[in-house]
């Protein structure tokens, strides 16, 4: 990972966005998509609140744009070929797939997704399945990584706080120890 780099400053941004998830009870995943150089949408997690499983940070800000006339001027069959994403946590295969279908640029990472990674986690959905129209997209991790894996435990760990704590979580504590 290159420090210094630009993609580290739109991390932070993401990251912002997974602390307001967070402070709303969710998952706590945040991200921005990033066109010539700026923001052009900022999304978080969303599932809890909508009671709706799609809700990602990444699907709620791909509607944002396209539903703004500004970004989105012309139909196109791919409407972020020119764009990026900065997402704390690698995109679910649901995802993965909806960007590469949308032409994705690129997409920035923090940590892996063992269980529904889409970006080679679980399936390389964005460049290891061979799809006979929809380009490859480069997906990259490691970005503000740590801080991404300790986000999702301080969730988890205060999760169901007003429910009776059983026994097996009563003496949880929050691991900050982080494995390569
Ligand atoms: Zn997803």
Same mark, same amino acid.
């Given at each position: ?37 700026? !923001? ?24 944002? /744009? ?37 032409? /994705? ?43 991404? /894996? ?27 120890? !982080?494995?390569?």
């Amino acid at each position: 990972m290159d420090t210094g780099s630009p993609h580290l400053r739109w991390m932070e941004e993401a990251m912002t966005m997974a602390e307001e998830a967070l402070a709303a009870g969710e998952v706590p995943v945040g991200c921005v998509f990033v066109r010539e150089g700026s !923001i052009i949408a900022r999304a978080r997690n969303r599932t809890n609140e909508l009671r709706n499983a799609t809700r990602h940070a990444e699907l709620e800000a791909i509607d944002s /744009i396209l539903r703004d006339k500004e970004l989105t001027s012309t139909i196109s069959k791919y409407p972020l070929s020119n764009t990026m994403l900065y997402v704390t946590v690698e995109p679910c295969m649901m995802c993965a797939s909806a960007l590469r279908q949308m032409g /994705i640029k690129e997409v920035y990472y923090g940590c892996g997704n063992d269980r529904f990674g889409g970006c080679g986690s679980v399936l390389g959905v964005n460049e290891m399945l061979d799809h006979p129209s929809h380009p490859p997209y480069r997906a990259i991790g490691g970005y503000l990584r740590e801080e991404a /894996i300790l986000i999702l435990r301080r969730f988890y760990i205060t999760e169901n706080t007003n429910a009776p704590v059983p026994k097996s979580k009563a003496n949880r504590v929050l691991k900050t120890e !982080i494995l390569p």
